[in-house]
C-alpha cells in the first residue's frame, strides 16, 4: 500500500538496495561514517536531480524545509551543505557507476524488444559517440582541454532499444573519441554504428575478430580496391553497393579482410553518405537505416543535458563531478524503469517534469500519472459563459 507515503519514496522503491549495499562495501564507502550514509547521499543527490536543485545550499534549504518528512523518504541522517560536499568529495564514485551498471542491466532487459524504426528481430544495436562539458580552467584544473579552457567527455555506448545508455566513460576533453574502442568488449552478434571519428582499422579489426559487426562512415582519400558490385535501387537513394579490399600502406595491414562500401543520397539533405561494414548479409538500404538511426544518441545527449544536472557541477573535485555525473545516470535509467514497471505511456520528459513538482505529494504514484492527460471537463450547466458565446 502507498498510501500517506510520498512520491519520491515510491519512485526510490524502484532502487535494488541490497545491491547498492553491495557497491558500497566493494570500495568500504562508509568507513569511519557515523551519521551520513552514502543511501543518505544517493538519496539527497537524486533529489536535487529530480528537481533540478542548483547547488548544494538549494538541496540543503529545501529539505530542511521539508524536515518532517525526510524519514519517510527514506533520508535518515540530518542534512548540511557541508556534509554532502564532503561526501562527494571524499566518496569513491566508483560506489555510483557500478550501481548505476545495475540498473542498466536490469532497463535492457525491459527495453529488449523495443522498437528503435529498423526492422532488426533478436539484435542488439548500439550508437557510440561523446559529448563535451565544458568547465572553468580554474575551477577544473584537472580536466585540462585547451590552454585556456576546461572540459570532460562523456562516451557513451547507447542500446537503442529504449535508448538505454549502457556504457560511459569520463574522461578529460583532451582524449580522442577513438580511443575508447580500447575499453569496449564488442559482444557477439551487436552492431556499432558510429561517426567517421572513430574511424581506425586496427581496432574496428578488432570488432571484427569478435563477430560482432560496425557501420560506419568513411573518411576521405580512403585507398581501397574494388572486388565486386551488386545492383542498386537508385529510386530508394542508393547509389552503389561495393565489396572493397583496403590498398593503404597501413590500412591493408590493419584491416587485411573485405569490407562493404555502400553510397547514399539524402533527398531531404541533398548530402552523400559512403558507408562502411563489415556485414554483407543485411540490404544495403537497412545499413544506411542504421546508421541514420545513429542519431539518437545525439538526441540523448541533447535531452539529458536540458533535464538533468550535469552541466553545472556541485562539487569541482574530479571524484564529485563523476559522482554527480553517474547519480544523473542512475537517475535517468531509473526513471526509464520506471516508466516500464507502471506501464506509462508518458514520456521521459513529462514524467520527469511532473515528478519535479510532485515528489512530497502523499499519493499513489500510478493514480497521480493516471490523471496528467485526463481532459478538460466542462459542466454544461455552469455560470461561466463561453468566450465566443458573449
Known amino acids: 500500500m502507498n498510501t500517506g507515503r510520498t512520491i519520491f519514496s515510491q519512485v526510490m522503491d524502484v532502487l535494488p538496495l541490497w545491491q547498492f549495499r553491495k557497491c558500497v562495501a566493494r570500495y568500504d564507502g562508509e568507513r569511519k561514517v557515523k551519521h551520513f550514509?552514502?543511501?543518505?547521499?544517493?538519496?539527497?543527490?537524486?533529489?536535487?536531480?529530480?528537481?533540478?536543485?542548483?547547488?548544494?545550499?538549494?538541496?540543503?534549504?529545501?529539505?530542511?524545509?521539508?524536515?518532517?518528512?525526510?524519514?519517510?523518504?527514506?533520508?535518515?541522517?540530518?542534512?548540511?551543505?557541508?556534509?554532502?560536499?564532503?561526501?562527494?568529495?571524499?566518496?569513491?564514485?566508483?560506489?555510483?557507476?557500478?550501481?548505476?551498471?545495475?540498473?542498466?542491466?536490469?532497463?535492457?532487459?525491459?527495453?529488449?524488444?523495443?522498437?528503435?524504426?529498423?526492422?532488426?528481430?533478436?539484435?542488439?544495436?548500439?550508437?557510440?559517440?561523446?559529448?563535451?562539458?565544458?568547465?572553468?580552467?580554474?575551477?577544473?584544473?584537472?580536466?585540462?582541454?585547451?590552454?585556456?579552457?576546461?572540459?570532460?567527455?562523456?562516451?557513451?555506448?547507447?542500446?537503442?532499444?529504449?535508448?538505454?545508455?549502457?556504457?560511459?566513460?569520463?574522461?578529460?576533453?583532451?582524449?580522442?573519441?577513438?580511443?575508447?574502442?580500447?575499453?569496449?568488449?564488442?559482444?557477439?552478434?551487436?552492431?556499432?554504428?558510429?561517426?567517421?571519428?572513430?574511424?581506425?582499422?586496427?581496432?574496428?579489426?578488432?570488432?571484427?575478430?569478435?563477430?560482432?559487426?560496425?557501420?560506419?562512415?568513411?573518411?576521405?582519400?580512403?585507398?581501397?580496391?574494388?572486388?565486386?558490385?551488386?545492383?542498386?535501387?537508385?529510386?530508394?537513394?542508393?547509389?552503389?553497393?561495393?565489396?572493397?579490399?583496403?590498398?593503404?600502406?597501413?590500412?591493408?595491414?590493419?584491416?587485411?579482410?573485405?569490407?562493404?562500401?555502400?553510397?547514399f543520397h539524402d533527398a531531404d539533405t541533398k548530402k552523400t553518405f559512403v558507408f562502411l561494414t563489415n556485414n554483407f548479409t543485411l540490404s544495403a538500404l537497412t545499413v544506411a537505416h542504421l546508421y541514420k538511426a545513429r542519431w539518437r544518441v545525439e538526441l540523448f545527449f541533447k535531452w539529458i543535458k536540458q533535464h538533468l544536472r550535469i552541466k553545472a557541477f556541485y562539487g569541482t573535485s574530479e571524484n564529485a563531478v563523476k559522482t554527480q555525473a553517474w547519480i544523473a545516470v542512475s537517475v535517468y535509467v531509473l526513471v526509464a524503469i520506471l516508466k516500464k514497471r507502471l506501464g506509462l505511456s508518458q514520456s521521459l520528459y513529462t514524467i520527469l517534469q511532473f515528478l519535479s513538482v510532485s515528489l512530497f505529494e502523499k499519493t499513489s504514484i500510478l493514480q497521480a500519472f493516471s490523471n496528467i492527460e485526463d481532459p478538460l471537463e466542462i459542466d454544461p450547466n455552469a455560470n461561466q459563459l463561453l468566450l465566443f458565446e458573449l
Open 37 to 263: 550514509s552514502c543511501l543518505d547521499q544517493l538519496l539527497c543527490m537524486a533529489f536535487a536531480q529530480l528537481s533540478y536543485r542548483e547547488s548544494l545550499r538549494d538541496v540543503e534549504v529545501c529539505l530542511r524545509a521539508m524536515r518532517s518528512k525526510l524519514y519517510h523518504m527514506g533520508i535518515r541522517s540530518h542534512i548540511a551543505k557541508s556534509t554532502l560536499a564532503d561526501a562527494n568529495e571524499n566518496r569513491d564514485w566508483r560506489i555510483y557507476a557500478d550501481f548505476a551498471q545495475i540498473l542498466i542491466a536490469e532497463a535492457r532487459i525491459l527495453y529488449a524488444h523495443d522498437d528503435f524504426g529498423v526492422t532488426l528481430k533478436e539484435v542488439t544495436v548500439y550508437a557510440l559517440d561523446s559529448t563535451t562539458i565544458d568547465l572553468c580552467l580554474s575551477l577544473f584544473p584537472w580536466a585540462r582541454f585547451r590552454h585556456t579552457k576546461a572540459a570532460i567527455k562523456l562516451h557513451t555506448l547507447l542500446n537503442l532499444r529504449g535508448s538505454i545508455p549502457e556504457f560511459i566513460h569520463i574522461s578529460e576533453g583532451k582524449m580522442h573519441d577513438v580511443n575508447v574502442l580500447d575499453l569496449l568488449i564488442p559482444q557477439p552478434g551487436s552492431y556499432y554504428v558510429m561517426d567517421r571519428g572513430y574511424v581506425d582499422f586496427a581496432r574496428l579489426h578488432v570488432i571484427h575478430q569478435a563477430s560482432a559487426f560496425f557501420v560506419t562512415r568513411a573518411k576521405r582519400g580512403l585507398v581501397f580496391q574494388r572486388i565486386a558490385s551488386r545492383r542498386v535501387k537508385k529510386s530508394t537513394g542508393l547509389r552503389s553497393d561495393q565489396t572493397i579490399r583496403l590498398t593503404g600502406v597501413n590500412t591493408a595491414t590493419d584491416y587485411p579482410e573485405p569490407l562493404r562500401r555502400i553510397r
